[in-house]
């Protein structure tokens, strides 16, 4: 019975689908019918006034829907394109030279040759002045999309170079991303034809059905379509009666998903936490790092820059450990040395300029990691390799730390803490 029940569900969700599909499609055929309407009255009466001949066929009022849906379909593209050509023109242009004396384009698609003669055309007007040229003299067949024509084109017949350049880019953009295009030398965007075997020719049928897939591409479509219509159609079904998904119709995010409950908190994980506390209770970084240091010995990979050091062990072990603690916690150097009664900030500072440097953080922090490898328990973690995957958070640090770099995806100057 709830089998029957869910089946009469999806039927009854697909009808509904259909019914609005339906509805768009003679919503097109009604306007398509209007326009043929319009034209025959126009022929039939070409002296007639338009409030005779076609107001009473169209109405005022349905006009002007069809102008103002028009209008709304253009706006978008219209200023994404003036954002696009604003951009390119002012700013991105200038590095068009660059970027094609050292990439080489090449497509096995005899379809999209006519881009790379675009590009080569482009390539070899780079250092030309002209804003306008003739339209005999650029590839335009295969290259310029009709929604593209009117922008790149002008009313005189001449191409806007800079508009045209921008087509094309857009075209190459697209096409190397589906791998009609590649870029010789690339790993990503590499040869479509490197990522087949060797033996594809060969043995094309053995692959095929290794892979559960059929040869041919008609039939390969169809399984896809028919799949992708199923789940849309189970996703019409369910949504209305999930209560944890709510479509908005206002902001940017219109699917608002409920944050599932927290999970209860594992047996063993409370037990963990006191035995921890008991054993380390308030431990502080510096301890941490102290305890690190003794164990693994990364001290001795800060050395000094200077001929001689006058220092004793103990004092430069002492100032060391400060050093590294004020930069790793970004506390500073002067707020280190001033919770510090017996080490001044001009003390730390002369450690700093002359031990600690990238190369030396780079060994004490592969000491610190080969002794947490050599003291894993297998019979935990298992016998895993030395790699492994993991995610990191940034954190603003200054510019004297030697640890800081600039992030290109979080933005900004810090250190990665793992």
Not at 41 to 50: L, M, V
Not at 87 to 108: C, I, K, T
Not at 119 to 148: M, N, T, Y
Not at 310 to 334: D, E, V
Request: charged share 25%; with cysteine.
């Amino acid at each position: 019975m709830p089998a029957s029940i869910n089946t009469a569900k999806q039927e009854q969700s697909r009808q509904s689908v259909l019914i609005l599909i339906d509805a768009r499609l003679s919503s097109r055929s009604s306007r398509y019918s209007l326009l043929v309407e319009i034209a025959s009255a126009s022929i039939n009466e070409p002296s007639g006034r338009i409030c005779d001949v076609i107001f009473p066929i169209a109405g005022k009022d349905k006009l002007a829907a069809i102008i103002k849906e028009s209008q709304a379909k253009g706006a978008l593209d219209r200023r994404i394109y003036k954002v696009m050509r604003r951009s390119w023109a002012n700013h991105y242009r200038r590095m068009l030279p660059s970027l094609l004396s050292v990439l080489e384009f090449r497509s096995n698609n005899a379809v999209w040759r006519p881009v790379l003669a675009a590009l080569d055309w482009i390539r070899s007007k780079v250092d030309g002045g002209c804003r306008f040229v003739p339209l005999q003299d650029v590839p335009i067949d295969e290259v310029i999309p009709a929604r593209w024509r009117s922008s790149v084109i002008d009313d005189d017949g001449r191409v806007n170079r800079i508009s045209y350049e921008l087509c094309v880019l857009t075209q190459l953009r697209d096409r190397i991303r589906s791998k009609e295009i590649w870029v010789v030398g690339a790993d990503r965007y590499r040869n479509p034809d490197d990522d087949l075997p060797k033996d594809f020719e060969i043995r094309r049928e053995a692959y095929y059905s290794g892979l559960s897939l059929t040869p041919d591409a008609q039939a390969f479509c169809a399984s896809i379509r028919e799949e992708l219509e199923r789940e849309l159609l189970l996703l019409n079904a369910n949504i209305p009666q999930n209560d944890k998904v709510r479509l908005l119709w206002r902001g940017d995010n219109r699917i608002s998903i409920t944050p599932f409950k927290p999970l209860p908190e594992p047996k063993g994980l409370a037990s963990i936490k006191s035995e921890i506390g008991q054993r380390w209770p308030m431990t502080g970084l510096l301890d941490v790092l102290k305890e690190a240091a003794l164990d693994t010995g990364l001290m001795d990979a800060f050395e000094t820059s200077a001929s001689r050091v006058t220092l004793s062990k103990a004092a430069l072990a002492q100032r060391l450990l400060l050093c590294l603690y004020g930069l790793g916690t970004n506390a500073g150097l002067k707020r280190v040395a001033g919770a510090t009664p017996d080490v001044s900030y001009e003390e730390l500072l002369h450690v700093h300029r002359r031990f600690i440097h990238a190369p030396a953080l780079r060994e004490a922090c592969a000491r610190v990691a080969n002794a947490t490898l050599a003291i894993r328990n297998a019979a935990v973690w298992g016998d895993a390799g030395t790699a492994c995957a993991s995610d990191s958070t940034k954190f603003g640090a200054w510019d004297r730390n030697l640890m800081t770099e600039w992030h290109a995806r979080y933005g900004g100057r810090g250190v990665m803490i793992y």
